[in-house]
């Protein structure tokens, strides 16, 4: 059997199509194929993973605002879909499991062309471009959030959002990278794959004003590598409590010290939070489409687990007056207690349920 997964601009794309493959593999052999565009993110953290073909496309997002890209839009998703058919006829999947992200759409393109059966799932609040384009085809659809789409029992199913299997290792690794001292309170800010201006500025306003001040306090900060370098440079002289990393692979290993996570709300990172039963203040991305960060973020703040912080009400004091809430009594154990609830356990066996009636139809 072989299949093929297909996910990308950002790591809350990818990443869920890879737990997916991971979740697959528990019960079949195959052999896995992977299509995302040529140079982008999902080609660099795909190529860390064993056994696992990449296949590069042409592909581009729609535009938001008017500008040339409206041009060339269309010809290069054209090409993109002559790329993904050229995969799609050499590989000869039996599945495709497709996450969204613009590049999800000539990979679905192709395999509609071919009758190949695919699997979409939806990790947001509200579907993207892609995902809504194909669900009316798509053999299953499967949900994070049922505001999603309508579920149907049959077809639409709401499973939630899977995690990678380092996120369910409940035991903290002996050798990790990251070691707590008695009595500290560790943050981590999170801005996701690409990184977070918003958020990185932030942080630097806590390291350089408010750090210093509270040494009971240490603050990870994972920049993203696009503006690591102006955070180092803005943090002239660092405090031995902030600690600066681009990028962090084993993100797992920072989870399992931090007593308060400081993120995006992006469903894959909300799901990688619940798994390990983090309290949360999220800072939804405003410009996500139909607000859906924003929406997710909610959800959590309806139940306790998590504090919503907007963007443009983002800066230093509305930050520490949040963590300090966090902190006040047993609010930070709380927030941890109704966040492990807020996603089911049975996420990767809905899943692998939903996925083994498309094979087994198949076969």
Not at 92 to 101: E, N, R, S, Y
Not at 134 to 162: Q, R
Not at 216 to 233: A, F, P, Q, T, W
Not at 301 to 316: P, Q
């Amino acid at each position: 059997m072989r299949i093929i997964f297909s996910g990308g601009g950002t790591g809350g794309h990818i990443y869920p199509a890879l737990a997916i493959r991971e979740i697959l593999l528990k019960k079949y052999v195959f052999e896995s194929g992977y299509v995302g565009v040529i140079g982008g993110m999902e080609e660099k953290i795909v190529s860390r993973v064993d056994n696992v073909k990449f296949m590069g496309v042409r592909a581009q997002g729609m535009p938001r605002t008017i500008s040339p890209k409206w041009f060339t839009f269309p010809f290069v998703n054209a090409m993109g879909i002559i790329d993904a058919l050229r995969h799609l006829k050499s590989f000869k999947p039996d599945l495709v499991v497709a996450t969204g992200g613009f590049v999800s759409f000539p990979t679905l393109t192709a395999a509609k062309i071919l009758g190949i059966p695919a699997v979409i799932h939806e990790q947001n609040a509200a579907m993207g471009v892609t995902n809504r384009i194909f669900a009316k085809n798509a053999a299953k659809v499967l949900l994070t959030y049922e505001t999603a789409a309508k579920t149907d029992d049959k077809k639409v199913i709401l499973t939630g959002n899977p995690v990678r299997s380092a996120f369910l290792e409940q035991k903290p690794k002996a050798d990790s990278k990251f070691k707590k001292k008695d009595g500290e309170f560790i943050l981590l800010s999170v801005g996701g794959s690409r990184g977070a201006l918003s958020i990185n500025k932030a942080c630097i306003e806590l390291a350089n004003e408010w750090l210093p001040q509270h040494p009971e306090v240490r603050l990870i900060h994972i920049s993203g590598e696009r503006d690591y370098e102006m955070v180092d440079k803005s943090i002239a002289n660092k405090p031995a409590n902030y600690q600066l990393l681009p990028y962090l692979h084993e993100m797992k290993e920072a989870f399992d010290v931090a007593d308060l996570l400081i993120s995006r709300a992006g469903a894959t990172i909300l799901s990688e939070i619940a798994v390990c039963k983090k309290p949360a203040i999220l800072i939804p991305y405003p410009y996500a489409t139909d607000n859906h960060q924003e929406k997710n973020a909610r959800a959590l703040e309806k139940l306790g687990a998590a504090k919503v912080l907007l963007d443009k009400d983002l800066n230093k004091d509305s930050l520490v007056k949040l963590i300090s809430e966090v902190q006040q009594g047993d609010n930070t154990a709380k927030m941890a207690e109704a966040m492990g609830k807020s996603r089911p356990e049975d996420v990767e066996d809905r899943i692998l349920k939903q996925i083994e009636e498309v094979i087994e139809h198949r076969a």
